[in-house]
């Protein structure tokens, strides 16, 4: 059975959370990654940005809908998803375009679960860690590679 430790990359390259987004950005097209795991002072993961999180600075400001009922103003919207939203639009530092709490898997994960994570939750890179620690980096391309080298090639349907 393959798991995340036989497909994991374990030269993570990682940022930062006070790290400039700009550079961030760089970090990422120059490597040609997806997304790098954020980790503190500690070597602690505390999120992860990936170039969805930088698009979405891209997005125009969302307007909350409201609607009037006898003279209140009722928002269909909660304030706290609003104020995220504005805060990952203005984002200048990673800890501020991050997504918090990623999901992460185990170095004994199977290919599976991981599969149905990337394809079900539409991640595209995955922390991998032990112990709380990271010890490496799945992404859908680490997934492919081993499909491929395997002789399984993807399904049509």
Not at 19 to 40: K, M, S, Y
Not at 43 to 50: A, S
Not at 63 to 86: A, G, N
């Amino acid at each position: 059975m393959t798991t995340a430790r036989d497909i994991m990359t374990t030269e993570v390259i990682t940022l930062s959370p006070e790290t400039d987004i700009i550079q961030a950005a760089r970090v990422l097209l120059d490597n040609g990654i997806n997304g790098a795991p954020v980790v503190d002072e500690a070597g602690r993961l505390t999120g992860i940005l990936c170039q969805s999180d930088l698009i979405f600075q891209q997005k125009k400001f969302p307007l909350p809908s409201v609607f009037t009922l006898l003279d209140i103003i009722i928002p269909l919207s909660s304030s706290r998803q609003l104020e995220k939203q504005v805060s990952k639009i203005a984002a200048l530092t990673v800890a501020e375009a991050m997504t918090r709490d990623p999901v992460t898997v185990a170095p004994d994960t199977d290919l599976e679960t991981i599969a149905e994570l990337m394809v079900g939750k539409n991640f595209h890179t995955l922390p991998v860690l032990e112990n709380n620690r990271l010890v490496g980096v799945i992404g859908k391309e680490d997934v492919l590679k081993t499909l491929f080298s395997a002789g399984k090639a993807p399904e049509t349907g």
